[in-house]
């Protein structure tokens, strides 16, 4: 009888703080039962607290540390003393944002009140850290991040050049890193290293685990997945990434590493020999609708809480000890024109039954002690929301949960009420360009008006709103960028919207945008490949449009409204007031018809 295999699942630095990224996790839910041994380490977590006990003054540092973990819970009142931590000029200011006219203490007095020592303690703590983690970045380590580590070198990168390079200098940051990647491959002894790597954040960590494996172990395999890999490595071809890892695996991961440990034939991996593109097998094991993640190895008492803006609902990302659960695999929806539909992990939608989703949170609950979920699915389909919801509703276990939706009128029945029953606490949907001709164009499925009800409905329930909100998208007019604004600005004046977020519009080659770019009216800027260049990574890519807004000056503004908007102020400005100075962006006044 072969041995058993095993696996050390391992995610770089940085991804988040405050919980698991959930991608190990999920993979050790799926390899365990086929038989593999499987280890999962966060490096993420573990540097960083390696890195910040070293900086500032070491009691300052490590009460706020420890109060963030949820240690010392009576330090509250010190840390929440103004003045007790040395908060930078920088920090300060993002209390009080720009055009808010408030001072710092103001500020913090319309955010906390009287009471709400606590939360004013975390404020205080994670500035303090941000600060040291500034501190750092100057003074150590120009890549570093709480969020992402030398991020600026693998965004669309064409070539691997500047990667090898930058791996070639070490800093305290790599030492640390490489410290660990022994300290794991001695706890596990695997025959094979997997490493996930969801952002271009996490790159450059994710090569320097692979060449500390390759030095300290030469003769286990490597591999590297994630959402990286399946969006901007599909079409790579330079053999040098193959000096660190022995092969790619693009999508989900979940049939490829099964194939990769022996469980099955080798599907959607990229090696040396297939490079530049990424091979498919119609043999494909078929994996089940819903996997159940298994946190078995990962230590949820490393992570640690941040709080920077008071708002309740912006804050769930980085506050809390959230399990992460993806419920339905893909995109139940999967038509928008800027999003990567094409692509395997996107396309290919199932849904799995609300009973099972039930039994793996209460055996996560039982097994973490935390009862708390974000789901993280594309978007959770609705019917998928109101039997889950009933399902937990008839077992009478208290979970609080969270994740995607698309904000369709179907919500604004009593399905929202029936999900705040259940445990929902928040929602987040894409809203994008807050414009019916601009959500038509885009394919979205949705309208502004229709949105509107979902959001009211939520509202009413008691479940905090958050919407994805993008600028720039093709044809779209800086007029529409300001109507857009005034719609979002309404919705948080009446309560139906708790926080929300504006990014660019990025086109990627997997996108319909991409594959039909005529019906958008833009020109594509390909890349042009170096003749003695392989390429390394393709997915964001120019466009030209013309006569279009300009955009850097009109993002800053709907950020910087925004902002305001997160903690409750500026909501009696004019709309077109951010936008002071832009060409283009007050509306004509119309002559009076007598």
């Known amino acids: 009888?072969?041995?058993?295999?095993?696996?050390?699942?391992?995610?770089?630095?940085?991804?988040?703080?405050?919980?698991?990224?959930?991608?190990?996790?999920?993979?050790?839910?799926?390899?365990?039962?086929?038989?593999?041994?499987?280890?999962?380490?966060?490096?993420?977590?573990?540097?960083?607290?390696?890195?910040?006990?070293?900086?500032?003054?070491?009691?300052?540092?490590?009460?706020?540390?420890?109060?963030?973990?949820?240690?010392?819970?009576?330090?509250?009142?010190l840390?929440?003393?103004?003045?007790?931590?040395?908060?930078?000029?920088?920090?300060?200011?993002?209390?009080?944002p720009s055009g808010s006219g408030l001072s710092p203490d103001e500020s913090i007095e319309a955010s906390f009140g009287m009471l709400g020592v606590s939360d004013r303690a975390k404020?205080?703590?994670?500035?303090?850290?941000?600060?040291?983690?500034?501190?750092?970045?100057?003074?150590?380590?120009?890549?570093?991040g709480f969020s992402r580590y030398g991020a600026s070198l693998a965004e669309s990168a064409p070539d691997f050049d500047a990667i090898v390079e930058r791996l070639e200098r070490r800093t305290e940051t790599d030492s640390i890193l490489e410290e660990l990647v022994r300290d794991a491959l001695a706890e596990s002894a695997p025959d094979h290293v997997g490493v996930t790597c969801p952002f271009p954040g996490t790159l450059l960590g994710a090569f320097r685990i692979a060449r500390a494996v390759r030095r300290a172990a030469p003769g286990v395999k490597t591999w590297l997945g994630g959402g990286y890999v399946s969006t901007e490595l599909r079409s790579m071809e330079d053999g040098r990434v193959f000096d660190f890892f022995d092969g790619l695996v693009f999508d989900e991961g979940y049939a490829p590493m099964a194939?990769?440990?022996?469980?099955?034939?080798?599907?959607?991996?990229?090696?040396?020999?297939?490079?530049?593109?990424?091979?498919?097998?119609a043999a494909e094991p078929c994996v089940p609708p819903f996997v159940a993640p298994d946190y078995k190895g990962l230590d949820l008492s490393l992570y640690f809480s941040m709080l920077e803006m008071a708002n309740p609902m912006h804050r769930l990302w980085s506050d809390g000890k959230w399990i992460k659960l993806q419920l339905a695999r893909g995109c139940y929806w999967r038509k928008c024109a800027f999003c990567d539909v094409s692509l395997d992990y996107i396309g290919r939608f199932a849904?799995?039954?609300?009973?099972?989703?039930?039994?793996?949170?209460?055996?996560?609950?039982?097994?973490?002690g935390e009862t708390g979920f974000h789901f993280t699915d594309e978007a959770v389909p609705p019917a998928l929301a109101r039997a889950l919801s009933k399902e937990l509703l008839r077992r009478g276990r208290v979970f609080s949960w969270w994740g995607n939706i698309r904000f369709e009128e179907e919500y604004a029945g009593p399905l929202a009420q029936l999900m705040a029953d259940a445990g929902c606490i928040a929602v987040t949907g894409g809203l994008e360009c807050a414009n019916d001709?601009?959500?038509?164009?885009?394919?979205?499925?949705?309208?502004?008006?229709?949105?509107?009800?979902?959001?009211?409905?939520?509202?009413?329930?008691?479940?905090?709103?958050?919407?994805?909100?993008?600028?720039?998208?093709?044809?779209?007019t800086l007029r529409e960028a300001v109507s857009a604004l005034s719609f979002v600005r309404d919705r948080f004046a009446a309560g139906e919207l708790h926080s929300a977020f504006f990014h660019r519009f990025a086109l990627t080659v997997h996108s319909p945008v991409a594959a039909e770019p005529e019906k958008f009216g833009i020109e594509i800027d390909m890349p042009r490949k170096r003749a003695a260049k392989p390429r390394f990574a393709l997915n964001e890519i120019g466009y030209r449009e013309k006569s279009a807004p300009d955009w850097d000056a009109a993002g800053k503004a709907l950020s910087l409204a925004l902002y305001n908007y997160n903690i409750g102020l500026g909501l009696d400005v004019p709309a077109e007031d951010w936008f002071a100075g832009i060409p283009g962006a007050r509306a004509r006044r119309r002559k009076r018809v007598t």
Do not use: C, W
């Open 351 to 368: 849904m799995p039954r609300a009973g099972e989703i039930a039994d793996a949170m209460e055996r996560l609950a039982d097994e973490t």
């Open 123 to 144: 404020l205080f703590a994670s500035l303090y850290l941000d600060d040291l983690a500034e501190e750092y970045r100057r003074n150590v380590d120009p890549d570093f």
């Open 259 to 281: 194939g990769i440990l022996g469980f099955g034939p080798m599907v959607r991996t990229m090696t040396r020999e297939t490079a530049g593109s990424v091979p498919q097998s």
């Open 437 to 476: 001709r601009l959500l038509a164009l885009m394919r979205k499925g949705i309208t502004l008006e229709g949105a509107r009800r979902a959001m009211r409905a939520f509202a009413d329930a008691g479940i905090l709103v958050h919407a994805y909100l993008m600028y720039a998208f093709p044809t779209q």
């Open 79 to 96: 840390l929440a003393r103004p003045g007790y931590l040395p908060l930078s000029d920088r920090a300060m200011e993002s209390i009080a």
């Open 1 to 77: 009888m072969s041995k058993a295999p095993r696996i050390l699942l391992l995610t770089p630095p940085f991804t988040q703080l405050n919980a698991p990224y959930p991608a190990t996790a999920a993979l050790a839910g799926y390899l365990r039962p086929l038989g593999a041994i499987v280890f999962q380490r966060d490096l993420s977590v573990e540097t960083a607290l390696r890195i910040l006990p070293r900086l500032g003054n070491p009691q300052t540092t490590a009460a706020a540390l420890a109060y963030l973990r949820g240690r010392n819970p009576g330090a509250a009142h």
